[in-house]
């Protein structure tokens, strides 16, 4: 964080002149406009808010911060009276966590355990500079408007320990955890990007070709379930950015059109937690696969084969191992003398079964099979084999005429030419 000089100034200063809501969506144009009607109170610190909301929850009696629920815009209610709310600032120069006392709630101001919100001199605890104030009429300390004036609401419920303050309000009808509420350790991380809008920051990187290429971290893109980096396209209707680059899902990318100016763009959902190199390199890799994909139309290849090295030889055919192995192998000793070899006898020709080798020489000429004997047949089998007449088959000639219309049919016709009927 920056040095904060003014922070302890107890000097009272308007909060608008240190910094002014982004935009219509900012949260701290709802901040501003309660700060504007009733009084509240403040507490302030150099520290990120990941300190100083545990600082403010130890000092507070009877009122715990992680019990609180959400009720939209990054405002949270208090679980032990409905008319009180507070909001979670951080910025460049310190944190603050803005207490807003409503109905019921003012008139008890000053009785415990409200009374703890009064400005306190000096630190509340030690080892953390933090301090207390009060705001009447956007009016308070020179330090703490200087960090509520610089700084963004933050997300409770990404700080460890207030997880459950992303649940909305009892019965308040509110929606709860808001998408556009930037988590504060990712705000610091992109505190290098150029801020684009509310919960938009962008910086550009440059493919292969040396051409630059915006990659933005963004809140609420759709599809997404938290903070996401995008690379905007070009203008195009969301089933041409699907059709183009719906392919880049299998590389972990979703695709979609910005709400607004119809930009179709890719995008893939971050955990908020990266570290600076960590956002950059994938946003690298992001204009790399983009860039691949509208060339190749196929994912970026992500490793490259091993070398082999110089030493490897390809392995040895079967035969040579076959080889290798039995020269290695040893006939099992015994005491009997090793017998003498033997001479090596031809097995006598043997007849073929065949009446003539298919090789015969033509100059000898083959001789004629004698007829095998056969049995004698039965008595009466002649005379019954005499007896038995096959049938002769009948010839089928083809039809000349339409059996319906007469008209001379062609030869081998199913149907007739002149009548269609099936002959």
Not at 69 to 75: A, E, L, N, T
Not at 88 to 111: N, R, Y
Request: charged content about 20%; aromatic content about 8%; some cysteine.
């Amino acid at each position: 964080m920056a040095a904060n000089t003014s922070f302890d100034n107890e000097t009272p200063r308007r909060i608008r002149d240190f910094g002014i809501p982004y935009g219509v969506e900012d949260p701290k144009t709802k901040l501003y406009r309660f700060l504007d009607q009733t009084e509240g109170g403040v507490f302030y610190s150099t520290a990120p808010i990941e300190r100083v909301l545990d600082a403010v929850n130890a000092h507070l009696q009877g009122l715990d911060l992680s019990r609180s629920r959400h009720v939209g815009g990054g405002m949270m209610r208090m679980a032990e009276d409905g008319d009180l709310f507070w909001m979670p600032l951080d910025g460049p120069v310190g944190s603050a966590v803005v207490f807003i006392p409503v109905g019921d709630a003012i008139d008890k101001h000053d009785a415990e355990p409200y009374r703890q919100l009064l400005p306190v001199p000096g630190a509340l605890q030690a080892g953390l500079p933090l301090r207390g104030g009060v705001i009447r009429g956007m009016l308070t300390q020179a330090g703490a408007a200087d960090i509520i004036g610089k700084g963004d609401v933050c997300a409770a419920w990404a700080v460890p320990g207030y997880e459950l303050t992303a649940e909305p309000y009892g019965g308040s009808g509110e929606r709860g955890q808001d998408s556009l509420v930037m988590p504060a350790s990712l705000r610091r991380t992109v505190a290098g990007w150029r801020r684009e809008m509310y919960s938009a920051y962008a910086k550009d990187f440059h493919d292969h070709e040396g051409n630059a290429c915006t990659v933005a971290v963004m809140m609420a893109v759709e599809d997404a379930s938290g903070p996401s980096l995008v690379m905007p396209l070009s203008r195009m209707s969301r089933r041409k950015v699907r059709s183009r680059f719906g392919g880049m899902s299998v590389m972990g990318y979703g695709t979609t059109v910005l709400d607004g100016d119809g930009t179709g763009c890719v995008f893939r959902t971050i955990t908020g937690s990266e570290t600076a190199a960590q956002l950059d390199e994938l946003a690298q890799c992001m204009v790399d696969d983009a860039t691949y994909w509208v060339e190749h139309h196929a994912p970026r290849p992500r490793t490259t084969p091993a070398a082999q090295p110089a030493t490897a030889q390809p392995p040895a055919p079967a035969f040579q191992q076959f080889r290798q192995t039995a020269a290695t192998m040893q006939a099992p000793a015994t005491n009997a003398p090793a017998p003498a070899p033997t001479a090596y006898a031809a097995p006598a020709p043997q007849p073929s079964p065949m009446p003539f080798p298919p090789y015969a020489s033509p100059a000898v000429p083959p001789q004629p099979i004698p007829p095998a004997a056969s049995a004698p047949p039965a008595p009466g089998a002649q005379a019954a084999a005499a007896q038995a007449v096959t049938p002769a088959a009948t010839p089928v000639f083809p039809k000349r005429f339409c059996t319906e219309c007469g008209a001379k049919l062609p030869p081998n016709a199913r149907f007739c030419g002149k009548c269609g009927t099936r002959v």
